[in-house]
T-cell receptor, first 114, second 114 residues
């Protein structure tokens, strides 16, 4: 099976812009979770989508949003970018929802905000 | 909400020695505890997990122990090898049906010196 893929792999944006990141899960996986990874904070949960519905949301401002399509591909959007949004954004797919089973991570999108 | 503390943040051992990483969690209802390994520049990968109805689980040189009363769990790596060098993340999840999400510790950078 092909693994989880994310596009683009690298992105440079300026403050105030918005960005959309994409994640394609492993075939058959209907759950996609998004995480922000920074050196000081580790992996922080953003949100989880399952069958096109947001199931859980982490403690991030409303500038961070996402959606999932009928083929389970997911996108996350960050509006009005801030310098502090610079991070590695990882998505992970799993068979079941709710974080109770193995999550398969993608390679991540490295976002740099200048 | 759930909070996961992980110690130490860095750990250096000689090849062949054992390494122990400890995590504590705050939500006594958490019931799923995975460990992920992230090598430099790569995606996190699950190495072992344990559920709250089990006190210990082993897989070759890796073992995880869980103390529900004290709300802590630990990763034990025996006979460490240079390829064990990576960042290790613990996580906890309170899964109720399909609700719940993983909360990660901030990671432990393990260095195994030949």
């Amino acid at each position: 099976k092909a693994g989880v893929t994310q596009t683009p792999r690298y992105l440079i944006k300026t403050r105030g812009q918005q960005v959309t990141l994409s994640c394609s899960p492993i075939s058959g996986h209907r759950s996609v979770s998004w995480y922000q990874q920074t050196p000081g904070q580790g992996l922080q949960f953003l949100f989880e989508y399952f069958s096109e519905t947001q199931r859980n949301k982490g403690n991030f401002p409303g500038r961070f949003s996402g959606r999932q399509f009928s083929n389970s591909r997911s996108e996350m959007n960050v509006s009005t970018l801030e310098l502090g949004d610079s991070a590695l954004y990882l998505c992970a797919s799993s068979l079941l929802a709710g974080g109770s089973n193995e999550q398969y991570f993608g390679p991540g999108t490295r976002l740099t905000v200048t | 909400g759930e909070n996961v503390e992980q110690h130490p943040s860095t750990l250096s051992v000689q090849e062949g020695d054992s390494a122990v990483i400890k995590c504590t969690y705050s939500d006594s209802a958490s019931n799923y505890f995975p460990w992920y390994k992230q090598e430099l520049g790569k995606r996190p990968q699950l190495i072992i997990d344990i559920r709250s109805n089990v006190g210990e689980k082993k897989d070759q040189r890796i073992a995880v122990t869980l103390n529900k009363t004290a709300k802590h769990f630990s990763l034990h790596i025996t006979e460490t090898q240079p390829e064990d060098s990576a960042v290790y993340f613990c996580a906890a999840s309170r899964v109720e049906g399909s609700q719940g999400n993983l909360i990660f510790g901030k990671g432990t950078k393990l260095s195994v010196k030949p």
